[in-house]
């Protein structure tokens, strides 16, 4: 796949960050733009107050409710590898669940925000301490999962991480 010379510093960026350039971001970079607003908003979520184990829930239900085969197995991946998952917490997340109060309030509130085009009611994420920020944040990170998982969907990326 060649892709637009404009991207190399980003796939680099990438390739330093990860060790290699997933097939999702080589797809992106034929679409510069599309490559640098996708990382520029993880960059920037990564930032963000919600901590990484709830990041890769939400990642988990998103991809499921989309039936994104390539980020459930990458969010796999990195769920059990960096958010310390277990087998059944991962499951459980794809379900839009999870087993501490909290974390399943804003699981399912990500799955639901999906599933409902996002006609989702905050009240429950509220409810369980989640902040207004970090609420706004789980839309931004429910966004940012529907456009990788559209790309890959669209683009039938090849899956380079290991089978979910």
């Known amino acids: 796949m060649i892709t637009p010379v404009e991207t190399d510093p980003m796939l680099?960026?990438?390739?330093?960050?990860?060790?290699r350039v997933p097939n999702m971001?080589?797809?992106?970079?034929?679409?510069?733009v599309?490559?640098?607003?996708?990382?520029?908003?993880?960059g920037a979520l990564k930032k963000g107050t919600l901590p990484a184990?709830?990041?890769?829930?939400?990642?988990?239900?998103?991809g499921a409710?989309?039936?994104?085969?390539?980020c459930v197995?990458?969010?796999?991946?990195?769920?059990?590898?960096?958010?310390?998952?277990?087998?059944?917490?991962?499951?459980?997340a794809k379900n839009g669940t999870a087993e501490d109060a909290k974390e399943a309030a804003a699981v399912a509130f990500a799955?639901?925000?999906?599933?409902?085009?996002?006609?989702?009611?905050?009240?429950?994420?509220?409810?369980?301490?989640?902040?207004e920020e970090q609420l706004l944040e789980i839309v931004a990170l429910v966004a940012l999962?529907?456009?990788?998982?559209?790309?890959?969907?669209v683009a039938e990326t090849e899956n380079d991480w290991p089978a979910a």
């Open 25 to 32: 971001t080589k797809v992106m970079a034929n679409a510069p």
């Open 73 to 92: 197995a990458a969010h796999t991946f990195t769920g059990k590898r960096v958010a310390k998952l277990t087998d059944a917490e991962v499951e459980d």
């Open 34 to 42: 599309v490559l640098e607003g996708y990382l520029g908003l993880a």
């Open 53 to 62: 184990v709830t990041s890769e829930r939400i990642a988990l239900a998103v």
């Open 145 to 153: 999962q529907t456009l990788t998982n559209y790309v890959n969907k």
């Open 111 to 131: 799955r639901e925000l999906t599933e409902s085009r996002g006609k989702a009611d905050p009240a429950d994420v509220l409810a369980a301490g989640w902040t």
């Open 12 to 19: 680099d960026e990438v390739r330093k960050r990860m060790g």
């Open 65 to 70: 409710a989309n039936e994104c085969g390539y």
